[in-house]
């Protein structure tokens, strides 16, 4: 069968992108130079069944987002060249090796070359926020930049660093944690052992935790109509509706989180003179209320050379950043991007 | 006349490093290769004096170190190929300008040019810190090392990265400020404008400041009589002499001072994943009795793969890690090192 898609006579290559988190696993495939996006799916992770149950669930959806482009262009098998891969982490690259993820319960598994093994095709492993970033950088909010610090913002805070147009991993894998720098030494307690960790303050659960704090004081809020009364179930989406809504403590935790990621973010500049700032995950749906803010406090504390040189913006690939950024890891490996 | 100190019948190329520092000049002389150091020399600054006074006292122990250099090895002044800058920024390197320097007052001068044209050798500019760093990593406590993170306490603290083996300028050459991270986003006041910078516990005058502050309790403490009851004598050296005398107070403010610094390496950590934080300036004189609880600071603090890649130590070079980084900045900067 001729393949279609080709460009120039030359058949098109397919890369497939598995992005895996706590929650949802999302795979798509795009053209290895980024250029189209094909079949896009998400299906929840359920950790609980174990990771062999995680990885047949991974392989079966490659299957699937395969198949369905080769319907929608008549590219061959042989056209799909390899799976880009994002993971939590802390990993080895190198060795394709998940070695640990609180979230998945996984320790020292092989997740690289089991996906691989079972989609018959090479692949490339790295850390999902490094993903995220590098798919932003790629085709996204910070395309063009040298210099790009990535934060996604969602159960925790991951960063990804792009210095000099390639991403960094640090001497064992495992830098840009970005959301376990302290910016109080005596503050609040953190997952990681830390405290003060700008995860504490401004992660997804962080936000909903601080609001909860706030209607504490029994002021009067549409946060707790939003849940029916029932606190527990504030996130921080309900936090962003309320503030959207004009609710007054609400607004006023949407001011402390850019307070807090402004703060963050005046060191991030300050260590790094990035010309981007790109924040991804639902935080970024609250909008201008989130990133004006930001942006001023950012002013405030940061170097001015180091404001000038910056933009600070919300991501464009939404749900799709890490995916992309996969893709984006298995060009990079094999010299396609 | 022929010259002496080639190697396989090769003459040796020299160059003259020149660290300027608010306080004091210095300036010697190596080897492109790094592997010889000659004339090393001294002198204040004198600020007062105007930027042209500093250029001309700079462009006279060139001269110095050149002559001293060539008396000793009997080089040509041929064999002299151009000159290394450390400055106080931010500066511009293209252009060879400092843009701006609160100590000496200057505002866009340049300072390559300027001392270029007065040696008549080519030059080339960076930043003190950034030289600091280099100079520890090619022949200092980071040689070998791809990941670095340089702090140089003094005055203020600045700071120098070396990511992938190069030093990393970030989008202006801005990057690295690493004495300015906010540890506690409402803390001390920074001369930069910030709160709860690194630099405004830990610098110099900051630990001088905080025995200050200590001996406000009434406490007694040696601190006191070694400045003949004049507390606003009382400096670093005096805070770690007296910790070294065993006196109790002086010893509270060393761990307290291991502590901060602890928090922001370990940060660091999380950023870098470095393999070596490498610590430049008075402070590390201070010895084990400072590095000791600084490390273990950052190991209840920071992840622990990136406490197990990474060596936190002094730096070997002493008041010369500017002078020779600045050596190799020039040396890099004509694919000699």
Same mark, same amino acid.
């Given at each position: 069968?001729?393949?279609?898609?080709?460009?120039?006579?030359?058949?098109?290559?397919?890369?497939?992108?598995?992005?895996?988190?706590?929650?949802?696993?999302?795979?798509?495939?795009?053209?290895?130079?980024?250029?189209?996006?094909?079949?896009?799916?998400?299906?929840?992770?359920?950790?609980?069944?174990?990771?062999?149950?995680?990885?047949?669930?991974?392989?079966?959806?490659?299957?699937?987002?395969?198949?369905?482009?080769?319907?929608?262009?008549?590219?061959?098998?042989?056209?799909?060249?390899?799976?880009?891969?994002?993971?939590?982490?802390?990993?080895?690259?190198?060795?394709?090796?998940?070695?640990?993820?609180?979230?998945?319960?996984?320790?020292?598994?092989?997740?690289?070359?089991?996906?691989?093994?079972?989609?018959?095709?090479?692949?490339?492993?790295?850390?999902?926020?490094?993903?995220?970033?590098?798919?932003?950088?790629?085709?996204?909010?910070?395309?063009?930049?040298?210099?790009?610090?990535?934060?996604?913002?969602?159960?925790?805070?991951?960063?990804?660093?792009?210095?000099?147009?390639?991403?960094?991993?640090?001497?064992?894998?495992?830098?840009?944690?970005?959301?376990?720098?302290?910016?109080?030494?005596?503050?609040?307690?953190?997952?990681?052992?830390?405290?003060?960790?700008?995860?504490?303050?401004?992660?997804?659960?962080?936000?909903?935790?601080?609001?909860?704090?706030?209607?504490?004081?029994?002021?009067?809020?549409?946060?707790?109509?939003?849940?029916?009364?029932? !606190?527990?179930?504030?996130?921080?989406?309900?936090?962003?509706?309320?503030?959207?809504?004009?609710?007054? !403590?609400?607004?006023?935790?949407?001011?402390?989180?850019?307070?807090? !990621?402004?703060?963050?973010?005046?060191?991030? !500049?300050?260590?790094?003179?990035?010309?981007?700032?790109?924040?991804?995950?639902?935080?970024?749906?609250?909008?201008?209320?989130?990133?004006?803010?930001?942006?001023?406090?950012?002013?405030?504390?940061?170097?001015?050379?180091?404001?000038?040189?910056?933009?600070?913006?919300?991501?464009?690939?939404?749900?799709?950043?890490?995916?992309?950024?996969?893709?984006?890891?298995?060009?990079?490996?094999?010299?396609?991007?």
């Amino acid at each position: 069968m001729a393949s279609r898609g080709g460009i120039g006579g030359t058949a098109s290559r397919y890369i497939v992108g598995v992005d895996l988190g706590g929650t949802n696993i999302v795979v798509g495939v795009m053209t290895a130079d980024g250029s189209e996006q094909h079949a896009m799916q998400s299906i929840p992770t359920r950790a609980d069944q174990g990771a062999d149950a995680v990885v047949e669930r991974i392989v079966q959806l490659c299957e699937r987002v395969i198949a369905e482009t080769q319907a929608a262009t008549g590219a061959t098998r042989a056209q799909f060249i390899g799976i880009g891969i994002g993971s939590p982490g802390p990993l080895d690259r190198e060795r394709g090796i998940v070695i640990v993820t609180p979230n998945l319960g996984w320790r020292n598994f092989p997740l690289r070359d089991r996906i691989a093994d079972g989609v018959h095709l090479s692949a490339e492993l790295d850390n999902d926020a490094n993903c995220a970033t590098l798919g932003e950088w790629w085709i996204g909010a910070a395309r063009g930049a040298r210099q790009v610090v990535g934060l996604t913002i969602g159960t925790g805070i991951g960063g990804g660093l792009i210095l000099n147009g390639s991403l960094y991993h640090g001497a064992s894998d495992v830098a840009g944690e970005l959301g376990h720098i302290s910016i109080d030494a005596t503050g609040r307690k953190c997952g990681c052992g830390n405290y003060g960790c700008l995860e504490a303050y401004a992660s997804g659960p962080a936000i909903a935790q601080r609001a909860r704090e706030a209607l504490g004081g029994g002021e009067p809020s549409v946060m707790s109509n939003l849940v029916l009364g029932n !606190l527990e179930k504030i996130s921080a989406a309900t936090v962003f509706d309320a503030a959207q809504q004009g609710d007054e !403590l609400a607004g006023h935790v949407v001011r402390e989180t850019a307070q807090f !990621l402004g703060i963050g973010i005046a060191n991030f !500049l300050n260590i790094f003179n990035p010309e981007v700032v790109v924040i991804v995950g639902g935080v970024t749906q609250a909008g201008e209320a989130l990133f004006e803010p930001l942006r001023a406090e950012v002013r405030r504390r940061a170097f001015a050379p180091a404001v000038a040189a910056c933009r600070i913006v919300p991501g464009e690939l939404q749900g799709r950043a890490g995916v992309v950024g996969a893709v984006a890891i298995f060009a990079q490996a094999r010299g396609l991007a």
